[in-house]
């Protein structure tokens, strides 16, 4: 661990540095005995151009910090790997930590005093805590990390939140909470894997499967016929499965019925299931995207499900540059004024299949109760049996019917519909 000058000056310096660095260990430091990762770093630039890996032309030093081998194995670094330009940077250093406690910044003639070595005191490796890894915790280990209030529990690789009103119902032992690092902590998934069945964790007979964070009702008859049965079954969390019961599969999830007797596939856009036909398949590029099982009867109610109303849409293709809104089933024809005006643009704007899109534009008229207002008038109209009747304003308020379920639409759409 000389520079070339230094190894120069005398052949008799590498057998005396030897025999030093044999009872270095047993020696108590006088100089510094510790240096910043930056200032070692300025020491292996000047003693082996910052190559970690090393080897000078006499094969003789080693290294970022040109370490010879007496000097490696005296100083331990053999628990690492049998030389020094085969160990990590992190080794290197932390062997060069124990030489410069031993030695001195003189162990490296001309780079250590060049770069102050001896009088950088900072620690390059801070000791700390060693915290397990999630990946080792079983299911069900209630973890946390050491430096937040927030508990979470482990179910297949991830942290599901547990709530304080869980801790009772749930039978969570928050004495045997195991800190895992903050970074750990912070970088757990905190929904299981799509697939996942799970229940919960204070009892009952429902079972759910984990799609996209969303918790999906399996029924009793898709529980063995769908073969979730012969999966593992978790219990998570109450308050968090009642809130994922309530959140809809990710938009642009393409899936399928999970017994497979069925082969039609869908695609999930705002909370439903919008058939794919074989053509669109292949040519909208569905068939490139990972299909996820879901249970028979939760695809069946989503398939027949009402897009909510206000979503904008748009052929998926591009084929048709219409954009449309929903409106009770509808698909409402949009003019680029009225997109804008309505302020539909500051929506997102959600590619569906073609054959279903032009569907839903063909219907005649839109579910009963769905309340629509143009531009020619401050009517809110609602829509009973092909019909529109004006409303009156006294129908809306606390615990009535809200102006944000009315959809905008233009005049040529409500004026179809005769007045009640």
């Not at 194995?73 to 992190?90: E, I, L, N, S, V």
């Not at 004495?175 to 912070?186: C, E, R, T, W, Y």
Request: aromatic share 8%; net charge neutral.
């Amino acid at each position: 661990m000389r520079s070339a000058a230094a190894r120069k000056k005398s052949a008799l310096a590498t057998a005396a540095t030897a025999l030093l660095a044999l009872a270095a260990p047993l020696l108590t430091a006088t100089n510094a005995s510790a240096a910043s990762i930056a200032t070692w770093d300025k020491v292996a630039q000047c003693e082996a151009s910052g190559n970690w890996s090393i080897i000078d032309s006499s094969g003789t030093y080693y290294g970022g910090l040109q370490i010879s081998m007496p000097t490696w194995r005296a100083y331990g670094g053999t628990q690492y790997t049998a030389r020094p330009d085969q160990a990590t940077k992190q080794q290197q250093i932390l062997i060069g930590e124990k030489i410069l406690a031993g030695q001195g910044q003189g162990a490296w003639p001309n780079c250590g005093p060049k770069y102050n070595l001896g009088a950088d005191h900072a620690d390059p490796y801070p000791s700390g805590p060693t915290y397990p890894a999630p990946s080792s915790l079983a299911n069900g280990t209630l973890v946390k990390s050491p430096n937040g209030p927030d508990v979470r529990v482990m179910i297949a690789g991830a942290g599901v939140p547990v709530a304080g009103s869980d801790v009772a119902p749930d039978h969570y032992d928050l004495g045997k909470v195991v800190l895992i690092a903050d970074s750990a902590f912070n970088g757990l998934a905190g929904a299981p894997p799509a697939g996942t069945v799970v229940h919960d964790q204070a009892g009952g007979a429902n079972r759910y499967v984990i799609i996209d964070g969303a918790a999906l009702p399996i029924s009793g008859s898709d529980w063995t016929e769908d073969g979730y049965n012969t999966r593992a079954d978790y219990g998570v969390p109450s308050a968090w499965l009642q809130a994922a019961a309530q959140r809809t599969v990710s938009t642009g999830r393409v899936v399928m019925d999970q017994t497979g007797n069925d082969p039609s596939r869908y695609v999930i856009v705002n909370g439903t299931a919008l058939h794919i036909s074989a053509a669109e398949w292949t040519a909208n590029g569905y068939a490139q995207q990972a299909l996820m099982g879901v249970p028979t009867d939760w695809l069946a109610s989503a398939s027949v499900r009402q897009m909510p109303n206000g979503s904008i849409v748009k052929e998926v293709s591009g084929a048709n540059s219409t954009v449309y809104v929903m409106a009770g089933g509808v698909a409402v024809p949009l003019t680029n004024a009225d997109f804008t005006g309505f302020g539909y643009d500051k929506r997102p704007l959600l590619g569906i299949p073609g054959e279903w899109l032009a569907s839903a534009a063909a219907k005649a008229a839109p579910a009963n109760g769905t309340m629509l207002l143009s531009p020619d008038s401050n009517t809110v109209w609602e829509i009973t049996n092909g019909k529109k009747r004006a409303m009156a304003g006294s129908e809306f308020g606390a615990g009535k019917r809200s102006f944000d379920d009315v959809v905008s639409v233009g005049n040529a759409f409500t004026a179809k519909f005769p007045t009640v």
